[in-house]
Structure formats: structure tokens, C-alpha cells
């Protein structure tokens, strides 16, 4: 099978200073990939640089492959056809990532009108109104009638990830890019966000690239993980593996900063 | 009832009245001017009485130092004010906003230039700018008024769509759309047009006030609505040495004036909270 998302020699640089160094890997369809590393290590750079929406002062070499179209140095024109298409994601802060002044029903609906275009259906208002329903269905928010006439600040954390998702969803990527979707949450609302996007992309089939600084979270969702440190790849491998049999120093101390954390938890909570 | 709904109708409740307050003084002056179309007291043109009459019965706000009445005066000011101000507006911000946005998306060096000379646009004297209109055109109208006015207040617009529309730009939101294929023209019709218009009306709002008052002065020079166009301004530079004998002819186009400006303000700032319903809560 063809890769869906091909990163070769990946090097993103600002001025002088490398942000992410010769980083290669690969994503077929239907496969989930999970990015870790500390903050800063350049996760998100990686993220952007897929779906070629880095700032022009941002330097890019080396070859990414999406879908079959090089994204690396392509028109906006071309890659505009590509994102949401081939590539959608889901951010780290739903407050920030939506537009305040838009009510969520029409946020939603915005995707889901292209999407329904470009297919070459009909995107009347009926077939648009029920793709929203659906969605909001899908992502498993309440409420639908009051969701779809708020503004953004109106509903909870949580639920606006869930609006996030709902949009991703729309766009019917064959990869989800996930960028730290569950920092901004509390533990509890964290959990669940978890689970749906599980769910989702189960069901789904689509493919996913999982970026979190928590490989616990991590854990949950993907098959395989890259760890990523001062935009080095330092080790790769099955979920499993990697949390059993640390390699580099670098990896066996996030794996014991988690048991840690999962003791601590375990002896002064439940 | 959620926080949440309470503080949804706390601000329908107070937009209301800024609305309501902003609406009854447009709507009495756009009444009035609509109605001068058809029907004034007296002939606005020639004397009705003596000159600089007293408050009387007969004539309501008194008469001019020509016998005029004065009530008539007010209220086709009423409709130049009108013109004056929304032409002027219109005018500057369809130019103003296209520029605006199109200097935020510009590279470095093509957006310090629009910058450096807008701000001269800026610098320059709204009187030059007219005189200039005034000479390329002929002659001095209503309408060379206007569109110096709508000129200037472009430059002024466009500076200020430039530095909103860049804030917006950086914004998550747009980076989020983008991934999920908004092309640029989208991005600007949907997110960064709705999120600057609060602000933007705002200050049309302010503009306009502006824009009517500078008539006053281009008029006085002569290069505003020559006579017959009754204009509040003229009416106000006209009462000047009466002001003493016959206060109400400078008094009573000044509260006009007033009343105009606070009114679209109060307008523009009832709109804007229903445009921006964020701003609710922090108030
Ligand atoms: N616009 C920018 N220009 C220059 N450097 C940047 C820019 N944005 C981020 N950086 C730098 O790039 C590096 C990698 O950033 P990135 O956002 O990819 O980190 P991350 O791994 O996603 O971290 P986090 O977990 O905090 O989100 C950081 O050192 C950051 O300071
Ligand atoms: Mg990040």
C-alpha cells in the first residue's frame, strides 16, 4: 500500500536555528502514529509542516509527501485542494481554534458545505443541516439545538474540542492530525475526548497522527511512536515496546516521569 | 437558568437601550429629512419674516439675519448632515476597507509602503485634500464635499482595517480554518471581515460625526454645498456674530449636531454588541 503521509529528511529551520532535523516517517492509510517529545521539541512544527501551513519565515527542505502530492515548496492553490481532503486537524486550545464570533452551527457547517461540493452532491441547506445534526450526534454533544445557536465562549472546554473534532470529522480526511487535543483539558474531560476520538477513528478508518508530550495518552489511541527531542528523532517502535524497553535515556525518563504520575495518582486518589 | 443564559439577555436587555436611544434620534433626523423632501414650514429660500426674530409662534426657532425661518433651516440641515455624513462613509469604506485588507495580506515591503503612505494620506489636511477635489472637479458641490470627506476618512479607515485585519490574521482560528482548505477570500469574507466589523463600526460611527462637522468648515471656505443647501455648519459659522443678540440661531443647529453624532454613536455601539457577543460577558 501507498504511504499517505510520507515525511523524508524533514528539516524545519528559522534562521539559523534547526527546529526539526532530518525527521523521516511514514503513515499508510488507516494507520495511527503517535509524535511525543517535551514541549518545544517540535511537534507542532512537524504538524504544520504536513499541511504546508508554516509562516513563510519558516524554512522547509526535505520531502513530504501527502497523498501523493509533494507538499514541500507547492502553491497554496494546490495544497488548499489537499487540506481538509487528504489532512485535517484537531488543535491543542478549542477556544483559541475557533472563531468567536461565529456561531458553531455555521463553523461546523463550513466544512461540511465544501466537502459536500467537492464531492458534487448538492449542498442545499437541508443536506448541510443534516450533515451538522449528524455530526454533533457523532461527537456525542448535547444539547444539539442549543450547540448549533451558541457562540464559542458559551459552551464548556470539552464540548468545544468536541465542535473541533465534529469539524475535522466533516472534511472526511484520510488522516487526522491530532495536536495535543486533550493538554488543555482537565483529567476527567481528557479521558473522555480520548475515547471518542478512539472511537471515531475506528470507525472511521482514517488514519492518525497523535502529537501529545504524554506518552500514556499516547498509548491509548496508536500502534506506533515516534519520539521526538530538539527536533530529533530519537527512537521509534511499536507502542508497546517503546514503553516496556526504553532505549534512549531520553524516552525512559518520560516513561518513568508516567509511572510516576500513575503512582502518585494511585496511592493519593482512587 | 444557566450563568450563561443570564448573561445572555443581561445583554440583549442593555443593548437594547443603546440601540433604542441610538435609533430614536437617527430615526427622528432621517424623518426629518425624508419630510423636507416634501414639505418644509416656510420657503427655505426667501424671508418670512423680520430679521432675527424671537422664538414666536409663528416661528418656531425665530428667523435668520435674512427673515428666514429658522426651523426650516434646521431641518434641511437635517438632510445635508445625512448625506454629508453616510456618502462620506460609504464612500470611505469601501475604499478604505479593500485597502486595509489588502495591506494585510501584503509581503514586508509593498505593506510598509501602503503604511508610510497612508499615514501621509492621513497627515494630509482634509481642507487641502477638498480644495484639491474642488479644482480637479470645477466646481464646489454638495458632492466634491463629499467625496474629499469620504477620501479622507478612506486613509483613515484603511489604516485601521490594516492593523485589525493582521491581528485577526495571527489568530488560531485562521490557521484552523485554513487546515480545513478555507482559501484565502473565504478566510477574509468569514472570519477577518465579521471579526474587525465591531470595531470598525465603531469608529464609521465616529467618521460620521466628523464628516459632518467638516462640512461645516468646508462650506464656510466655500467649498462645501454652496447656498441654497442649508448645511448645520453654515448655519452655526452664520450665527457667529449674532450669537450674543440671537443665541438660539447658533444654539439650536449645535444641539442638532449633537444629537446627530451622539445618536449614531449610540447606534453604531448597540450594533457592535450584537455583532460581538463575546463582549457581554466582560461588562
Ligand atoms: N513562528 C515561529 N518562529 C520561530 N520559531 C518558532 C515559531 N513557533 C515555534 N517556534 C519554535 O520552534 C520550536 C518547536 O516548536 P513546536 O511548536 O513545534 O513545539 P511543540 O513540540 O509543539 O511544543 P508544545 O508541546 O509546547 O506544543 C520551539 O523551540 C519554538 O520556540
Ligand atoms: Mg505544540
Redesign the pocket.
Known sequence: MTALLDIRGLT?R?GD?P??SDLSFTIRPGERIGLI????????????AATGL??P??AVTGSITLDGQQVVGAADKVMNRLRGVAAAVVF?EPLTALDPLMKIGRQIAEPVRRRLERDGGTASKDAIGREVRDLIDKVALPQPDRIINSYPHEVSGGQRQRVAIAMALACRPKILIA??PT?ALDVTTQAEILKLLDQLVRETGMALLF???DLPVVAQVVERVIV?KN?FAIEEGPVGTVFDKPHHDYTKTLVEAARLFDEALGTTGS | MSPVETSVSARKRRHSLALTVGLVLVGINLSVAVLTLFWTPYDPLNASGGRLEAPSLLHWLGTDRLGRDLLTQLMIGARTALLVGIGAIAIGAMIGVSLGVVAAFATRLADDVMAATLDILIAFPTLLLAMLVVAASDSASLWTAILALGLAISAIVARLTRILAKRVLRQDYIVASRTSGTSWVGVVFRHVLPNIWPTLSINFALQFGLAVIAEASLSYLGLGAPPPNASWGRLLQEAQGTVYTAPIGAIAPGLALVALVIGMNLLADGLRDIADPTRGRSR
Do not use: N, R, Y
Request: aromatic share 0%; hydrophobic share 35%; charged share 15%.
Open positions: 524545519i528559522t536555528k527546529l526539526v517529545g517535551e514541549s518545544g521539541s517540535g511537534k507542532s512544527m512537524t504538524a504544520m508554516l509562516p519565515s519558516i491543542q495536536d495535543e493538554t502529537i501529545s508530550h521526538l527536533g
